[in-house]
């Protein structure tokens, strides 16, 4: 079973930053947290993913607590077309994805 | 930017006939996975393929299902006789090593008739 727990919808203007939060507070040591999003019933697309640090790239940006206990992704500047599903996954090195329900995140104009 | 192709996208098939869904990771990767999706659940893991072989497989992956790469470039997955519950979209992933992010085609929609 996925071993996070996400809001099961999220609303977010657009333009605004989104911001998605994730609990996994059984994360071990060495367990990455990764955010994948599937638009419609496209496959999953891949984000971002961390260990420890913050991290930054073209899509989003992700921030995880000192504890690890829980993660925000951001999705800085919202488009219509950031609306899907948001997965918090976490995953130990090459472990098959364990994909949760997630936040559905609607992008209202 | 390179991305893992799957094909058909999608494919009608009898009940109790055999299919084959066809995918082509992106070419430097070296694990390659199959996951499915029934309508409105839950993307589930089906098998993981590292150096020929099975790395991981679920309890869906029974002996009705089978993985090849046949050549250097594709990557098969073949139901031998569908059943109606086979019905979702499938997908491919390929990564370039078991610990880096996985890439997803985008499904192969199999209904099952």
């Known amino acids: 079973d996925a071993k996070t727990t996400q809001p099961t919808s999220m609303d977010c203007a657009e333009g605004r930053a989104a911001n998605l939060p994730c609990n996994h507070s059984?994360?071990?040591?060495?367990?990455?947290v990764y955010w994948y999003r599937q638009i419609h019933s496209q496959g999953p697309q891949y984000i971002i993913h961390?260990?420890?640090n913050n991290e930054t790239n073209e899509m989003a940006s992700l921030i995880i607590t000192e504890d690890r206990k829980s993660s925000t992704l951001i999705l800085p500047h919202a488009t219509l077309r950031d609306t899907a599903v948001y997965y918090c996954?976490?995953?130990?090195?090459?472990?098959?994805?364990?994909f949760g329900q997630g936040t559905r995140l609607t992008i209202n104009p | 930017e390179p991305e893992v192709t799957q094909t058909p996208s999608h494919q009608v098939t009898q009940m109790g006939q055999e299919v084959i869904l066809r995918c082509v990771p992106i070419?430097?990767?070296?694990?390659f996975y199959w996951y499915r999706q029934i309508l409105g659940q839950k993307v589930e893991f089906l098998v993981s393929?590292?150096?020929?072989?099975?790395?991981?497989k679920s309890e869906i992956f029974d002996d009705q299902f089978s993985v090849e790469r046949p050549d250097g470039s594709n990557f098969t997955l073949k139901i031998r006789s569908t059943k109606l519950e086979d019905s979702a979209m499938y997908f491919c992933?390929?990564?370039?090593?078991?610990?880096?992010?996985?890439?997803f085609g985008q499904g192969t929609r199999l209904t099952v008739v």
């Open positions: 992933a390929s990564s370039y090593r078991g610990r880096t992010e996985a890439f």
């Open positions: 059984t994360i071990s040591g060495n367990e990455y």
């Open positions: 961390g260990l420890k």
């Open positions: 996954i976490v995953r130990l090195g090459a472990q098959k994805l364990v």
């Open positions: 070419s430097n990767h070296l694990y």
């Open positions: 393929f590292y150096n020929n072989e099975i790395s991981e």
